[in-house]
């Protein structure tokens, strides 16, 4: 399956995908402070395990920083 994640082609050995399968890969030590969306729309935390992802999909993820 060939992802587009923040503008970069990503390719995974699966024909299955969701979107907390994707985090898990991308970002394993970082899960919170995570904003994801797909093809422009917000995913919320709590539907990742159940959302599934399709091969034209385009997915930004965002992650927090600290600052000031």
Do not use: R
């Amino acid at each position: 399956m060939e992802l587009k994640i923040n503008n970069k082609n990503k390719t995974f050995d699966c024909t299955s995908l969701t979107v907390q399968e994707l985090i898990d890969a991308e970002l394993p030590t970082k899960q919170n402070g995570i904003a994801i969306a797909v093809n422009e729309m917000v995913v919320p935390k709590n539907q990742w395990e159940h959302y599934f992802l399709s091969p034209t999909d385009t997915i930004l993820i965002i992650t927090a920083t600290q600052g000031g």
